[in-house]
């Protein structure tokens, strides 16, 4: 089971994702991932709730027995029937999944998921969209790109309403 601390609450050290940081480069990476913060937080609001994240704060950082970190969020919604939809952004480093990659960079990723709508549910969630991911090799452009990346799943969000993303879950979707 992961551990999940609230960015926003517990102030963590951003070097256990980033490496070595300077006073400033914290300073503007935390006044971004605030904004971001802000934004998820909003977006909540859009579907009637008040909180994103494990933390409800907004971004959390997650730290995993396997030793892998990641600062990520979701937004939950509902559809009146029950089923829920997580709007997802995550910020890793790329040896997240690479043993030993060849640079230092990070990966962005956002992705929708929604309940499974299969006559026999299976009880997960099913990813239904997922935004192009981005690399970057510097930790406040990494931090810059997650906070676009929110914005662009953040407008996905909105243009569509639940049951749009909930159908794409359902006998179609592999």
């Not at 704060?57 to 937004?75: C, E, H, M, R, Y």
Request: with cysteine; aromatic share 12%.
């Amino acid at each position: 089971m992961a551990t999940s601390s609230s960015i926003k609450n517990l102030n963590p050290r951003l070097q256990s994702v980033f490496g070595f940081l300077t006073p400033s480069d914290d300073i503007e990476i935390r006044k971004i991932l605030g904004n971001t913060d802000k934004l998820l937080l909003e977006f909540a609001c859009f579907f009637g709730k008040n909180h994103a994240g494990w933390g409800g704060t907004g971004l959390d950082l997650v730290w995993f027995p396997s030793g892998k970190i990641q600062i990520s969020s979701f937004v939950g919604a509902g559809s009146d029937g029950g089923h829920m939809v997580d709007f997802i952004v995550s910020l890793y480093p790329t040896w997240f999944y690479d043993e030993f990659p060849l640079e230092q960079g990070w990966k962005i990723e956002a992705e929708i998921e929604a309940d499974c709508q299969h006559k026999v549910d299976c009880g997960y969630m099913h990813c239904v969209y997922e935004l192009p991911s981005v690399i970057s090799s510097n930790p406040i452009e990494a931090v810059t790109a997650l906070q676009n990346i929110t914005v662009e799943l953040i407008e996905l969000g909105k243009k569509k309403p639940i049951e749009y993303w909930l159908q794409l879950a359902g006998e179609g979707q592999l």
